[in-house]
């Protein structure tokens, strides 16, 4: 019975590492805009939400690590998302692939659903809370 009420709480407690992983990643693509040669990195929220949740993406068995020397394959664990590089929008001459209107508007974007997957855990618990005192 906990498991059934605390299940929404694992998938928004998911998003939001990922949500505060990816706001990481996006800022140090702002903070590099100026660096020769730096090229923006990114990762697919929906597909690593999918993976850290337990949904099956496709057909086929799962690929473990077997070694501590092996290369990690594919996203298990919120805190380390398969990070790739952006397409480039705008060439330029040092090699600098940040799109800083791009990346300003990610930015924006992802601020605005981190805090409201605050929101939906906050309304969660107060929900909880209510139920167990019988408000």
Known sequence: MLEQMTARLDFHSNALLLRSQRQQVIASNIANADTPGYIARD?????A????S????GAGAAVS??????????????RHPDLAYTVQTQPSQDGNSVDLDRERANFVDNSVRYESTLRFINGHVKTMLSAITGQ
């Open 43 to 47: 990762f697919d929220f929906a597909a």
């Open 49 to 52: 939400l999918k993976s850290v």
């Open 54 to 57: 337990g949904a099956q993406t």
């Open 65 to 78: 690590q077997t070694s501590a020397g092996h290369m990690r394959l594919g996203t298990t664990d919120a």
